[in-house]
């Protein structure tokens, strides 16, 4: 069962929207004709203030069913690590389990609950943005892409739900959405709810890939701490801030820099006080994440590089050589027969003793 809230307090830092997230909305904005004023980089967290005004701008410009729209874009890649979480998952709960407990990884945009009542389970979602002009559309975008989402990982449509809105309808955006999904659609309300049978809960997810889904967690979970760093040395701090943004594509010195809130340059000297180069501990932090990910998961190379933050497989593959000597598929295949190993032994042992 999914736990009640979000692991993470709101509104305890900057707010900010992860870069597949925000890339989502600059694309369909620009399909639609609404350029990103000043453009942004594909690697770039956007802040909140400017993800609503691009939102605010794009459903001025294409109407306000564009926030559904938007929602309907979403693939499990828009909501980065935490959607490599959901293809790992076995069932529906399990995945609005790790939606809730790694929203603060996506967004600060809002949070959310859950909870049962009765034979239905109520996912609500509090926008910490209600006082915007793209309030209403920044909802209707949430639970249009939590449904686009869970069909995906479904692979079937979901029907038998409803959904609560606390704005007002608008004809257009209401017509849209009748037409776009079966949910009995409430305006007006005390929450913005999705409420379902609980049955769905136990829907199960054919991609699932259990296997992963511990080491997955461990390493959003790093993720999480790295957004709410204790005091400790500089090189642990940097590290914790390398964590947080690698998967996100190049992290740079200034964007562990802006982490800390130092200036480039302070943080340059902090580093040379005790030694220590900004390279070599993003090389060390990736090499140790690398080995993690090929001797205790399958996933697929290309995603362990995108998980570092390479560009594509041939570049982390380069660097793996030069940090360990060896191709990540001859690492993991070593890993995985020197894991074997122990089990082997241990066969052996039992066989020579029942033939003695």
Known sequence: MPPPTCSIAPNSFPGRVVAPYAHTLIELARAEGV???????????????????????ACEHAGPAFG???????????????????????????????????????????RSEFALEGGHAVYAWRNDCAGHAAAAALSESVFSGILTCAQWLLGRPVESFALEFTHAANAQSASYIAQACAAQVRWGADANRAIFPTALLDWPLPQAQQGVLALLQRHAD?????????????????????????????????????????????????????????????????????????????????EVAYLLGFQDAPAFTHAFKHWQGQGPGQYRAEASRKSLRPLADAENRTRRGLTA
């Open 35 to 57: 350029s990103q004023d000043g453009g942004a980089a594909a690697d770039a967290d956007m802040p909140v203030a400017q993800y609503l005004d691009l939102l605010a701008r």
């Open 68 to 110: 559904w729209r938007l929602g309907q874009s979403v693939k499990p890649t828009t909501y980065g690590v935490n959607g490599i979480l959901l293809l790992a998952c076995a069932t529906l709960g399990e995945a609005l389990a790790q939606v809730l407990r790694f929203e603060s990884l996506v967004h600060d945009l809002g």
């Open 222 to 302: 790093a993720l999480l701490q790295a957004r709410h760093p204790r005091d400790a040395g500089i090189a642990a701090q940097v590290r914790q801030s390398l964590s947080g943004r690698l998967g996100r594509g190049t992290v740079k010195l200034a964007d562990v820099a802006q982490d800390l809130h130092l200036s480039t340059r302070t943080l340059q000297r902090r580093l040379a006080d005790e030694g220590l180069a900004y390279q070599t501990l993003l090389d060390a932090t990736r090499h140790e994440l690398a080995c993690h990910y090929l001797s205790g998961s399958a996933l697929p190379i290309a």
